[in-house]
């Protein structure tokens, strides 16, 4: 095959992968309305939509030309591990859902479907513990909602929320123990 038409046909590749979505060149930007979408994507309540945001976070370089700000304090100035309960992933894709927003300039319309995301993700986190734990676990979270619904940070958990959840935890592992 003659060195033109490897060149054309690679190109013609190229030229149709990129009409399909399936491939961007790399002088290509990223337009707004496609960091939308993927931003939108990532954010909603749903258990895929958490798996899609988690897989890009362990692989950014395929989303490096959009730009996103993976920065985070995870759960501010509240536990990220609360009573052993690990919440740090779901305060995390949180942060990643209120900075990307702002950046965009989107925020104020999207604030509630973003702590409906977070509160999901810490939902699912307690539902991977033994049914015993669990209600300590899913006050946590209510806790953890309510302080970023009403505050818009986890830093307004108080300390007797987390006592609260800690006796409700030792309560039901002293009755489980007895049983």
Same mark, same amino acid.
């Given at each position: 095959m ?20 399936v ?5 290509? +930007?990223?337009?707004?309305?496609? &960091? ?6 990532? @954010? ?5 939509? %958490? #798996? ?64 409906? +995301?977070?509160?999901?993700?810490? &939902? ?6 033994? @049914? ?5 676990? %899913? #006050?946590?979270?209510?806790?953890y ?35």
């Open positions: 003659s060195r033109r038409l490897t060149t054309l046909l690679a190109a013609g590749t190229i030229a149709l992968l990129t009409a399909v979505g491939a961007t060149p790399a002088a290509a +930007a990223v337009s707004t309305e496609q &960091k939308l979408a993927v931003l939108s994507s990532w @954010t909603q309540t749903s258990a895929s939509s %958490y #798996s899609a945001w988690n897989s890009a976070r362990v692989n950014r370089a395929p989303w490096t030309e959009y730009g996103f700000d993976w920065s985070t304090d995870y759960c501010s100035s509240s536990p990220d591990n609360p009573l052993g309960f690990n919440f740090s992933l779901s305060c995390y894709r949180h942060d990643f859902g209120y900075r990307n927003h702002k950046a965009m300039g989107i925020f104020p319309a999207n604030k509630s479907r973003l702590d409906s +995301a977070f509160y999901a993700d810490l &939902k699912r986190v307690c539902a991977t513990y033994n @049914t015993v734990v669990r209600p300590a676990c %899913y #006050s946590l979270a209510w806790t909602y309510q302080a970023v619904s009403v505050f818009g940070s986890v830093a307004a958990v108080q300390q007797a929320d987390l006592d609260r959840a800690a006796r409700m935890k030792a309560q039901a592992e002293r009755t489980a123990a007895r049983h």
